[in-house]
């Protein structure tokens, strides 16, 4: 059973920061596209940043891009998000997602491309 792990999270004010962590197993992580999504009440799950684990090449949202650094660690099967500068609109829960499918261009952003799933954790930026 694939399990992924997540820590990080919780209340911070608007220009804050937050760091949130997605440990998974070594199967699930070696060349995985590993990454985050996040979902508001009545709204679809986006995406955020993702990761190839094979190599490192990163992909972000336009919404987040030089605000969030996503990056990973090998010796721990860790995958992390630096989030700086929180905006009020950043306010969701984040889940952590991961896949076999190498993080292409046409898959990355869809939620229903990833196989695993973290718990979720939440993310509030109050202004």
């Known amino acids: 059973q694939v399990q992924l792990v997540e820590s990080g999270g919780g209340s911070v004010q608007a220009g804050g920061s937050l760091r949130l962590s997605c440990t998974t197993s070594?199967?699930?992580?070696?060349?995985?596209?590993m990454g985050w999504f996040r979902q508001t009440p009545g709204k679809e799950r986006e995406g955020v940043a993702m990761?190839?684990?094979?190599?490192?090449?990163?992909f972000y949202a336009s919404s987040v891009k030089d605000r969030f650094t996503i990056s990973q660690d090998n010796t721990k099967n860790t995958v992390t998000l630096q989030m700086r500068s929180l905006k009020p609109e950043d306010t969701a829960m984040y889940y952590c997602?991961?896949?076999?499918?190498?993080?292409?261009?046409?898959?990355?952003?869809?939620?229903?491309?990833?196989?695993?799933w973290g718990q979720g954790t939440q993310v509030t930026v109050s202004s």
């Open positions: 990761i190839y684990t094979d190599g490192g090449s990163t």
């Open positions: 997602a991961a896949d076999s499918s190498g993080c292409l261009v046409h898959t990355r952003w869809g939620y229903s491309s990833y196989k695993w």
């Open positions: 070594s199967h699930t992580y070696e060349s995985a596209c």
